[in-house]
Nanobody, 126 residues
Framework: QVQLVESGGGLVQAGGSLRLSCAAS????????MGWFRQAPGKEREFVAA????????NYADSVTGRFTISRDNAKNTVYLQMISLKPEDTAVYYC???????????????????WGQGTQVTVSS
């Protein structure tokens, strides 16, 4: 199992940038695919981005493609989400998630991830 702690959220004006970090515990981080999800008030949790355990594959929601970049540093047990050109529609609580896997693949369904962080708030003002 792993424990996940997100950081880096905050208040930013439309068009601005933020970088979220997710620090994971344990010594088997390289065996986990990692994902970012977000949830706005009154809405279901939705997929944002994911990266495979080996870093060979990434996937992005259509709404963030070209603006968000997911990356990982296995030596630091950390996954990042670089967000640029932020829009008010990006306002949500952002969650980091981990999925144990023995293959270098990605999944986008929330139910595919067994471990979740507490979330970090991102607010984009217009």
């Amino acid at each position: 199992q792993v424990q996940l702690v997100e950081s880096g959220g905050g208040l930013v004006q439309a068009g601005g940038s933020l970088r979220l970090s997710c620090a994971a515990s344990g010594r088997t981080f390289s065996n986990y695919a990692m994902g970012w999800f977000r949830q706005a008030p009154g809405k279901e949790r939705e997929f944002v981005a994911a990266i495979s355990s080996g870093g060979g594959y990434t996937n992005y929601a259509d709404s963030v493609t070209g603006r968000f970049t997911i990356s990982r540093d296995n030596a630091k047990n950390t996954v990042y989400l670089q967000m640029i050109s932020l829009k008010p529609e990006d306002t949500a609580v952002y969650y980091c998630a981990a999925r144990f896997t023995i293959s270098d693949t990605v999944v986008v369904a929330p139910r595919g991830y067994g471990y979740w962080g507490q979330g970090t708030q991102v607010t984009v003002s217009s």
